[in-house]
């Protein structure tokens, strides 16, 4: 795939970049040497390799779920002008 001058002004304005007519040759050879990369790395043998998240093997750290409510309920609604078991009163506001 090749980039054109009419592409790289596209990008340019979808990326909100202000880019010069001076510009636009040397941005479109950077962005053709990005994509030859990129076609390039799709020749790579992947089959079957697992996708990973790093380069050592690693399981997620889990917790417990439980539901709790923080411990600080009282604290949280102290301020409101009006409240209900833990909960924020307010006005209705729709009929």
Do not use: C, W, Y
């Not at 596209?10 to 010069?20: D, E, G, K, N, T």
């Not at 030859?36 to 790579?44: C, G, I, N, R, T």
């Not at 009282?74 to 078991?85: C, F, G, H, R």
């Amino acid at each position: 795939m090749s980039v054109d001058a009419a592409t790289v002004r596209r990008i340019a304005q979808l990326a909100r970049i202000a880019v010069a007519d001076a510009e636009v040759p040397h941005l479109q050879g950077e962005l053709n040497t990005m994509l030859a990369f990129v076609e390039q790395l799709s020749e790579v043998n992947v089959e079957g390799v697992e996708p990973m998240t790093s380069v050592t093997p690693m399981e997620m750290k889990k917790r417990q779920d439980e539901v709790n409510d923080g411990e600080i309920a009282d604290d949280i609604v102290s301020n409101a002008p009006a409240t209900e078991n833990h909960f924020f009163l307010v006005p209705k506001v729709v009929e």
